[in-house]
């Protein structure tokens, strides 16, 4: 019931036409913990019969656009932050994430440069040069709380052997998933 993830063609990286001259759409890729729609080009949309997203970006001219991500996040929800750390008793708040990656399987990696431990439902130390770790599908399941703000940072980049940039944030989530690091 908490998952909502969108791909919004405007903030922070606005894409307002794809690399095939589609128009760009926002698309909710999942809606109420459904998997809805997702991002397309011109073939991937003519092979499933689905409508054009505006998802297609290449690098440079020469380079074949792929489907990529624009501002890809999981969409706000109703908890207050304050709420959200008061009902952890042993966790982490993670604030600032950095390079990561992800696979068609949707397990991830990616690396945490800050965040604080929450000890007896209060912020405690702060933490660093960490990771986390996952399958996307099961992380999902676990949510159990979405903030009402929304946080977006415009310094990412999709690899996809082509570097694109991409909007990249999102709510305060809880959730359960692996941590490892110093």
Avoid at 127 to 141: C, M, P
Avoid at 143 to 157: A, K, L, P, R, Y
Avoid at 159 to 177: D, E, R, W
Wanted: hydrophobic share 35%; aromatic share 6%.
């Amino acid at each position: 019931d908490y998952a909502h993830s969108i791909d919004d063609k405007l903030c922070p990286v606005p894409v307002f036409v794809d690399d095939e001259g589609t128009k760009a759409q926002d698309v909710k890729i999942i809606e109420n913990g459904i998997l809805k729609k997702y991002m397309h080009n011109k073939d991937s949309a003519n092979e499933l019969n689905m409508d054009l997203t505006g998802n297609a970006r290449a690098f440079k001219y020469s380079d074949e656009p792929l489907i990529r991500m624009r501002n890809t996040a999981i969409s706000r929800g109703k908890d207050k932050l304050n709420d959200m750390i008061s009902s952890i008793t042993d966790g982490y708040y993670l604030t600032k994430s950095s390079n990561g990656q992800a696979d068609s399987t949707s397990e991830f990696m990616f690396g945490v440069v800050m965040g604080y431990e929450i000890k007896n439902r209060k912020l405690g130390q702060a933490i660093k040069d960490t990771t986390i770790s996952g399958i996307a599908f099961d992380v999902l399941k676990t949510v159990t709380m979405i903030s009402d703000e929304m946080v977006w940072s415009s310094g990412g980049m999709c690899g996809k052997k082509q570097l694109i940039p991409v909007g990249m944030g999102g709510p305060a989530i809880k959730c359960k998933l692996n941590i490892g690091g110093r």
